[in-house]
């Protein structure tokens, strides 16, 4: 017997669990397809202001099609397109655009949006509002922004709830950063409403449809799992949060991976099953390099879970389809 076909005989067995739904929602699909389809129309170079979604292998991909990722509009020519990115901006930057007669497209998630506009009329009703995120991530920046200085305020724990001083004894209001842990925010908002009687909740849930099922389906992917991955970059909020829900519902052990590179063997020292997800920005082609290391080094067996499948869609802005 040939060292190749022993090799092949003695690979261990490993149970390969794909969650579902997994990867790109219908908001980061979106935004990808708004900057591609700007580069066909416009030509290169087509500026975005900050990543279009939190995923390096996306950014770098339309960066080879000709997408330049800024940090601030300021960066930005007048006579280029700019994009802005689906986590939502500050009202500040579109009227810093239009002062300037730039050409922009907003690729933010309409869920995203959808808490804008609840923030706007809570404040055009008289109400404090109470923001449950985590500060300095780009989308709870830009909720904060669309309102005056002062009339949100960032709430990130049960502790910081439990310390929230409302300005003046206002009405309050809250809503949420979308990519949030259910678990953890359901626990926040039932500190507030402890203090703060008769706090409306939001008329639609702020948290997306996307990461709610991204995360009931880690929970279940995580019950018969022994390591769960979680395919996501570092600085991706839902991915994060999908290794925090896997630990938490029973796996016994959980990693963020950026990709199959990523992945260090000495994790499946005595797994069996391995769980694998995706965040809301990661692309499915991830998933499928991670299968194919797996399958590389083990003799796979591939099931894939039942859960929600997704049909949602949202259109692209007019200016790409006329």
């Known amino acids: 017997m040939t060292t190749a076909a022993a090799t092949v005989l003695h690979r261990r067995s490993l149970t390969v669990r794909l969650a579902t739904p997994r990867g790109f929602c219908a908001g980061v699909d979106r935004a990808i397809q708004i900057v591609e389809r700007a580069i066909e129309k416009y030509g290169a170079p087509v500026y975005v202001r900050h990543e279009i979604v939190h995923n390096r292998h996306v950014v770098e991909r339309l960066r080879g099609l000709g ?15 700019v994009v802005f990115s689906a986590h939502g901006v500050p009202k500040a930057v579109p009227q810093a655009a239009r002062s300037r007669d730039m050409f922009f497209l907003d690729a933010t998630c309409p869920l995203v949006s959808k808490v804008h506009v609840e923030a706007e009329r809570h404040h055009a009703a008289g109400r404090h509002i109470i923001l449950i995120g985590h500060a300095g991530h780009p989308e709870v920046v830009g909720t904060m922004g669309q309102l005056p200085h002062g009339a949100i305020s960032l709430v990130e724990t049960v502790e910081d709830a439990r310390g929230f001083v409302p300005p003046d004894d206002a009405d309050l209001a809250y809503v949420t950063q979308t990519t949030l842990s259910l678990d953890d925010t359901a626990e926040i908002v039932r500190t507030l409403k402890s203090r703060f009687s008769g706090l409306p909740d939001p008329h639609k849930e702020d948290i997306c449809y996307a990461t709610t099922n991204r995360q009931e389906a880690v929970k279940r992917l995580a019950e018969g799992s022994d390591l769960v991955l979680v395919v996501g970059s570092a600085n991706s909020s839902n991915s994060v949060r999908l290794v925090e829900v896997a630990l938490r519902a029973g ?16 994790w499946f020292d005595d797994v069996q099953t391995v769980g694998v997800t995706a965040g809301a920005s990661a692309p499915e082609e991830l998933i499928q390099g991670l ?32």
């Open 251 to 266: 796996a016994r052990d959980a990693r963020l991976v950026d990709d199959a590179s990523r992945i260090e063997w000495a």
């Open 67 to 81: 997408a330049v990722f800024v940090k601030e509009l300021d960066e930005c020519p007048d006579d280029r397109p």
């Open 291 to 322: 299968i194919s290391a797996l399958s590389a080094r083990f003799d796979v067996t591939l099931r894939e879970d039942e859960g929600a499948r997704e049909t949602v869609t949202f259109k692209l802005p007019r200016a790409l389809t006329v």
